[in-house]
């Protein structure tokens, strides 16, 4: 068993997280020498905006993700704009997107891999160096809309990694 198939198994131990991810992952959302701190899964939307582009038409332009994060079969935490995500011993981070790779179908959101850039409590988030969504099914959202200002979500569901660098 690879490196990755070992961290993955012991990931699954650890958090009864049902995730499983390509082997190996895409080169850009990899974290070769990091460890995985916590994998979860999120149930959720991906909430989208109309707005004007710069030809004057009106297009969908992503406003912000709404989840629930999942391990064990319970609710653990969330995951909303900035984008953020909270656990329920109070810990918590902020990432940015530090890469990203295509996924098998334009129905699905890609796969990233986020730098976080800020922590808030203390607690299994805390050391927490990167992120990385994978196993995205869903959340792209299609078609034309008409009125500027209008929200719509697009439901979807991913598996995030939180990993601290060794």
Known sequence: MT???RVTLASLLL??????AADPLPAPVAAPDETTVLTVHAEGAQVYECKPVTD???AWSFREPIATLIAGGRTIGRHYAGPNWEHVDGSAVTARTAGSAPVATAADIPWLKLEVIAHRGNGVLTNV???QRINTSG???DGA???AGVLQSAPY????VFLRRD
Do not use: H
């Not at 958090?15 to 499983?20: E, F, I, K, N, Q």
């Not at 569901?157 to 995030?160: F, G, Q």
């Open 139 to 141: 959340g792209q959202l």
């Open 157 to 160: 569901s991913a598996d995030y």
């Open 15 to 20: 958090t009864g997280s049902a995730a499983l």
């Open 145 to 147: 809309c008409d009125k």
């Open 129 to 131: 160096a990167t992120v």
């Open 3 to 5: 490196l990755l198939g």
């Open 56 to 58: 004057g038409k009106l």
